[in-house]
């Protein structure tokens, strides 16, 4: 297992601008190179990835609405990327600390190649059993792909930073998972605008883009990089983790369940509906792309804009806590609107528009600010040689909430409502009963340290440093 950065760090590197004592400039310099060369490798890999993985979205979506498939018949087609994504993040995380993360991402990009082929062959003779069967295959390959390469970027952020440096953690994490979504919309983009112009032409190009990614990967990257002494990898050490990353994992299947109830099938079918806002291809791509690079550039920014004023920098429990409590009020917002206002009872366009248009900003904003802290979180709860587990165990729960979201949301939009409009905030009233839990959870977190601050005038709450180590040592005695 390669050595956490931490061990590393010392004061004289500190009180030398970061150069050890003897160390040239470009010996200092090199090092620093080799150092964080395996974030760079990664997260550029990761992240060019992360366009197909939007992209193929779109693409399957419009193509599945053009096709005639209702919006449940759509999330099936979903289900094994899904739930793919529960066993691979699991097994991922195993594979990471055994073999490294090296292994992981170049299985994870062949994955996406053959899933991307897959679609190829998508033909209209198929029956819809036949079409739903056959995608369905195609997305299980991309969502192995995801998890395997979402692992390396996930964990490479744990392996680079020094334990007692967690604000630059924090915005490393932030950082990469940021650029993730950024790039993701742009891919929603790119698939959704492609594939009105030829579905063949937008396969080829994410194909190209996966291929680009490979010699990076092969060449630049160490095998052993982020793998786990041998003796360390036990049934005990996989299957039990820490209270943290347990409780942080339950909440995380209900965040996010919360986002993609609504997020993944039924709105993009809303978009297209004619009982919905009937708008074209490129214009819904465009709209949920730049939902997802709003979101993206918020999450990158969290710790800039906004834990830093607010004195939240890095976050603990309560900020976890304060800000799932503030994400419930879009759901509530969005969900009556489309249940019980005339704009959208007659079908008022306009009106429609900028209800929704406002309601997904709001949703963006702090839903990002959620996610940037819960990933922050996972890494910092873990501890350095088992990161690779930790955050596939995480990311598995991640799976989860997303599946459970998808399926539920598509059936609650295909079969509950007298109108689109009432079927997408029956989708809503979802997300809200799923973000309450996500709070309740949060609750049990072990994380006191800091209190909550809002800002430099304004402390929420305080807690005992004195009463905090007593805690601590009476649960090293026990």
């Known amino acids: 297992m390669e050595r ?5 760090f010392s004061d004289s590197e500190s009180s030398n601008g970061g150069r050890r004592e003897g160390e040239t400039r470009m010996e200092y310099y090199r090092r620093i190179y080799q150092e964080m060369a395996p974030f760079v490798i990664i997260s550029f ?9 939007g992209g193929v979205r779109t693409i399957v979506l419009f193509q599945a609405f053009q096709k005639g498939f209702s919006s449940f018949e759509t999330a099936l087609m979903f289900v094994l990327y899904e739930l793919a994504g529960v066993v691979t993040n699991f097994l991922a995380g195993i594979a990471g600390a055994r073999w490294g993360l090296k292994s992981t991402l170049l299985v994870g990009l062949g994955m996406q190649v053959v899933g991307l082929g897959m679609l190829f062959g998508w033909s209209d003779t198929f029956t819809k059993a036949q079409a739903i069967v056959f995608v369905t295959i195609a997305q299980m390959l991309s969502g192995v ?6 692992l390396g970027g996930k964990a490479v952020t744990k392996l680079v930073t020094p334990d007692q440096k967690q604000e630059r953690l924090f915005i490393l994490v932030s950082w990469i998972t940021g650029w993730k979504n950024s790039l993701k919309g742009v891919g929603y983009f790119l698939g959704g605008a492609l594939v009105q112009w030829n579905y063949y032409a937008a396969l080829a190009f994410l194909l190209a883009l996966v291929l680009l990614a490979f010699p990076w990967a092969f060449r630049g990257l160490r095998s052993d990089l982020g793998r786990m002494r041998r003796e360390n990898i036990t049934w005990t050490s996989i299957f039990k983790k820490n209270h943290n990353i347990n409780i942080l994992s339950s909440a995380r299947v209900f965040l996010f369940g919360s986002r993609d109830a609504w997020f993944d099938v039924p709105l993009p079918f809303y978009l297209r509906s004619v009982e919905g806002l009937n708008w074209e291809r490129w214009a819904a791509a465009a709209l949920l792309g730049g939902w997802i690079i709003l979101y993206g ?21 309560y900020s976890a806590v304060l800000w799932a409590a503030i994400s419930i009020i879009n759901p509530i917002f969005l969900g009556s609107f489309m249940q019980f206002s005339s704009v959208f009872k007659q079908q008022e366009r306009a009106g429609m528009v900028a209800v929704v248009i406002v309601g997904l900003i709001a949703f963006a904003i702090i839903f990002a ?18 990161v690779a587990m930790n955050v596939g165990f995480y990311y598995m729960s991640n799976a989860f909430g997303r599946l459970m979201g998808t399926l539920i949301g598509g059936a609650l939009f295909s079969f509950t ?6 079927s997408l905030a029956a989708c809503f009233w979802l997300s809200v009963g799923f973000i309450f839990i996500t709070i309740l959870i949060s609750l049990f977190l072990d994380d006191d340290e800091g209190g909550l601050t809002c800002g ?7 807690v005992d440093s004195e009463m905090e180590e007593e805690e601590e040592e009476h649960d090293e005695l026990a």
Do not use: M
């Open 4 to 8: 956490n950065r931490g061990e590393e």
């Open 417 to 422: 409502g007298d109108t689109k409009s009432e």
């Open 145 to 150: 792909a995801k998890d395997l390469v979402k």
């Open 297 to 317: 550039n918020i999450q990158s920014n969290t710790p800039r804009w906004i834990s830093k004023p607010l004195r939240q920098s890095p976050p603990n429990k």
């Open 369 to 386: 600010i959620n996610s940037s802290i819960h990933s922050y979180l996972v890494v910092k709860y873990s501890e350095g040689d088992k």
């Open 456 to 462: 430099p005038c304004l402390t929420c709450l305080t």
């Open 45 to 53: 890999t990761y992240l060019l990835f992360t366009v197909t993985d």
